[in-house]
């Protein structure tokens, strides 16, 4: 197995005898996802910070590819952005992905297909001021990947981005971990993140609570799998209550079971034959773990 590409071990961040980050222990491989989840002030931000080398943990160690934060070697290698990017608005597009490829010793002649691959081909000579927030955003993704990062932070990357802007941002978030690019990426938006990530990491009050699959986490968390069948009308009360469901609007039925039941059931259903229509199985959403586990929602 090859070393982490980030390792975190231990780490504590305190300000006086406030701990924002208190005993945290990560890791994330070579093309691995994680989503990293919690409320505003669980220590997300700080943590980042720590990994760029912005800041400095009060215990523990971080590790970037074997090196410390914030060194020649990390620097290179780490690409982070934030969610509110801040660029010079007199520079065109292209003069400002020119100017962050020199700072960072790649070349300026890949930055005309990093600006095409966020869907800035158009806009390379425009200047920034005239950026809607959206391009702003997806010129930030377009800097962050100059030099090939092995490792890419991104601090709420989709805000202000449009529905097929996020689309096309989380494709090149998986095209970048198929080539091997450890992604940690920090979102209050749980509904995109549950079939885009591998694994789930959840902080509450700087400490880690959580950090798995997704479907390792609904096993732990025990919250029941929700089950809603189409009925015929004139079945749907016998349905409802011979299978201990409730009945909604007229024709549906609701049921809710623990996972290890959830086989029976359905293998009862069936034998309501053609008086059920359909069945849509929900298993536990990334939202209502986060909310067990988390403590509340994301704000």
């Not at 660029?87 to 292209?94: G, K, M, P």
């Not at 009360?237 to 059931?265: D, F, T, Y």
Request: proline share 5%; charged share 25%; aromatic share 4%.
């Amino acid at each position: 197995m090859t070393d982490p590409i980030l390792r975190v071990d231990a780490v504590q961040k305190a300000y006086g005898s406030h701990k924002a980050i208190d005993g945290v222990s990560i890791t994330v491989t070579a093309g691995e996802r994680v989503a990293l989840l919690g409320h505003n002030g669980a220590g997300k931000t700080t943590l980042m910070k720590m990994i760029l080398g912005l800041t400095q943990p009060t215990a523990g160690r971080i590790e970037v590819l074997g090196h410390a934060p914030g060194s020649s070697v990390a620097r290179r290698k780490v690409a982070w952005l934030p969610e509110h990017v801040v660029f010079n608005r007199s520079l065109t597009a292209a003069e400002l992905m020119a100017t962050f490829a020199r700072l960072k010793g790649a070349p300026v002649r890949s930055n005309l297909d990093l600006l095409a691959r966020v869907g800035l081909k158009d806009a390379v000579h425009k200047r920034v001021g005239t950026f809607s927030k959206g391009m702003r955003q997806r010129l930030g993704l377009a800097q962050a990947l100059i030099g090939e990062p092995e490792l890419l932070l991104l601090d709420e990357p989709t805000t202000g981005l449009d529905p097929v802007s996020r689309q096309s941002f989380y494709d090149i978030v998986e095209e970048l971990a198929g080539r091997g690019v450890a992604v940690l990426l920090s979102s209050h938006v749980l509904t995109e993140l549950e079939a885009r990530t591998d694994r789930v990491i959840i902080m509450r009050a700087g400490k880690l609570v959580a950090s798995d699959r997704l479907a390792e986490l609904r096993g732990q968390v025990g919250l029941p799998v929700r089950i809603r069948l189409a009925v015929r009308p004139e079945a749907a009360s016998s349905v409802a209550e011979q299978l201990g469901g409730e009945r909604v609007n007229g024709h549906r039925v609701e049921l809710l079971c623990r996972p290890e039941e959830k086989m029976a059931l359905l293998s009862r259903i069936t034998g309501f034959g053609r008086m059920v229509e359909d069945v849509e199985i929900s298993p536990p959403t990334l939202e209502e773990i986060y909310r067990r586990l988390g403590g509340e929602r994301p704000q």
